[in-house]
């Protein structure tokens, strides 16, 4: 399971191309890094562009668990879903397997409910045939950031 933290970020935000006009926001970004201290660096850096002289944001960075990340670049708008699923699994093998009822969360990236709702089912089915998606929320999360995407040997396959 990779390592995914949820960085809150209150800054000043240009309104206007110029900057002339501005106002303090609150943004949610999902970040995949080492630590908390990594995902604050590259946090702080992405933001930059966005900041005045002197501005400096505010970070509140938590650790999150994701099952996994459903992904998909070819969307131009989107939002980020929170889906629970539950699926019935065999545990062991043979006549000594035993049914066992597992929990997941993931982050799906979609065009609205009912395309996170699909994304979401397809991936339960690929990990059990008995699959029920008991929970399907839409998130604050703006964007997600994947500091390590380039570097094989950080990210590895995950």
Do not use: W
Not at 27 to 46: I, K, M, P, S
Not at 105 to 133: C, N, P, R, T, Y
Not at 148 to 158: R, S
């Amino acid at each position: 399971m990779a390592l995914y933290y949820e960085a809150k970020v209150t800054f000043t935000k240009p309104l206007d191309a110029a900057g002339t006009k501005r106002r303090k926001t609150t943004d949610v970004f999902l970040c995949h890094a080492l630590g908390y201290a990594d995902t604050e660096q590259h946090v702080r850096e992405h933001v930059a562009v966005y900041l005045s002289e002197g501005d400096i944001p505010e970070i509140d960075i938590k650790k999150v668990k994701y099952a996994d990340l459903i992904l998909d670049d070819k969307l131009q708008e989107y939002c980020f879903y929170k889906g629970k699923i539950e699926a019935v699994i065999l545990d062991g093998e043979g006549e000594m397997a035993k049914e066992k009822k597992v929990t997941q969360v993931f982050l799906v990236q979609a065009a609205d409910i009912d395309g996170a709702l699909k994304q979401l089912h397809q991936q339960g089915l690929a990990f059990a045939s008995d699959v029920e998606i008991v929970h399907l929320q839409k998130t604050n999360i703006l964007d997600y950031l994947d500091f390590y995407i380039a570097d094989p040997l950080v990210h590895g396959n995950q």
